[in-house]
């Protein structure tokens, strides 16, 4: 089916001529968010695996990989995604040593890996760029908002200016950065989204992950959602969100994903986010009936009020608020 977006499948078959299937991996690392080192208790939504809780920690990367790569086809084509925690903080040789540890099989295309921008340095951009005259190399940065009051609220622990800077150091290599948004964080509003995609077309990012907030058991944001304190958005808003983010965002951006993933016994709200195909079908066809395409409202002049005049904009925004 033809979505109204630029999906990773289209960029893969642009570049390979075929599917290309993933390999998610455990690579052992943890988050700078909940060791102390900028933070404790980490990002109130993350769950204790810091995401890819379907993955078997007790197997080593090898084996994590060679665990699908054994049972693949000869002339299949792989993304080897280093997803659970901070895929980047780590030093330089131990990053090297572990993403080397994955890299067995020409089959692998792409090296994927899932960070945050407080732990990219010019040392490890250096790295991932060896690492890019073999394979493509994306790095996925989970920046969830663009609003600083919103990132402390959920206790993100960086600020918008180091997202931008891990940006430029990235781009500055001609890596290709991918950004994953939260809709639904606590107290954020559409107008927070269009500020957030602003800023995403700003930095000129390579691609985006978008999901509704959910509510993981065992969670700070689940302690805060059982004393009443906060309520998920609706599937409807959320089609809403995401079609408004679809339609702003530039055409050039690759869409990755329009949907969360929970496994159901993690999950303790909302139910309808298990309901992913009916969710795609939804923006799609939302988008479909009212002749919208990715990037059909996208302004790529919009000035976010996170970078220039910063102040001013804050007011206006918690006017509207
Ligand atoms: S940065 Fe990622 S891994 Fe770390 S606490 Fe936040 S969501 Fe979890």
């Not at 799609?284 to 910063?310: H, I, K, L």
């Amino acid at each position: 089916m033809k979505h109204p977006y630029y999906t990773t499948n289209q960029l893969m078959h642009e570049h390979y001529g075929q599917k290309v299937r993933k390999i998610c991996i455990d690579g052992g690392f943890t988050c700078p968010n909940r060791d102390g080192t900028c933070g404790t208790g980490g990002c109130t939504f993350c769950g204790e695996r810091g995401a890819g809780e379907q993955l078997d920690a007790s197997r080593t990367i090898r084996q994590q990989a060679e665990a699908v790569l054994n049972r693949a086809a000869p002339d299949s084509a792989w993304i080897l995604y280093f997803q659970n925690f901070t895929n980047t903080y780590a030093p330089v040789e131990i990053l090297r040593q572990r993403y080397d540890e994955a890299l067995i099989d020409d089959r692998i295309k792409v090296l994927d890996i899932g960070t945050r921008p407080d732990c990219i340095t010019e040392e490890i951009a250096d790295l991932l760029a060896e690492y890019a005259k073999k394979y493509e190399v994306w790095t996925e940065l989970g920046l969830q908002t663009a609003n600083d009051r919103t990132a402390k609220r959920i206790n993100r622990g960086y600020d918008l200016r180091c997202f931008e800077n891990a940006v430029r150091i990235l781009k500055s290599r001609g890596l290709p950065v991918i950004v994953h948004i939260i809709l639904g964080l606590p107290g954020e509003t559409i107008a927070d989204i269009r500020n957030t995609i602003a800023v995403l077309n700003r930095c000129g990012i390579d691609g985006i992950k978008i999901h509704s907030l959910f509510i993981m058991k065992d969670t700070k944001l689940a302690e805060e959602y059982l004393r009443g304190e906060f309520t998920p958005i609706s599937m409807q808003t959320y089609i809403e969100w995401a079609a408004e983010v679809l339609t702003h965002i530039s055409p050039d951006v690759v869409v990755h994903r329009i949907t969360g993933n929970c496994l159901r016994e993690l999950l303790l709200a909302p139910d309808w986010i298990m309901q992913r195909d009916l969710m795609i079908c939804s923006i799609d066809r939302m988008m479909m009936q009212n002749g919208w395409t990715q990037g059909c409202f996208y302004q790529p002049d919009a000035v976010p009020y996170g970078t220039e005049n910063s102040a001013e904009r804050m007011e206006i925004h918690e006017f509207q608020g």
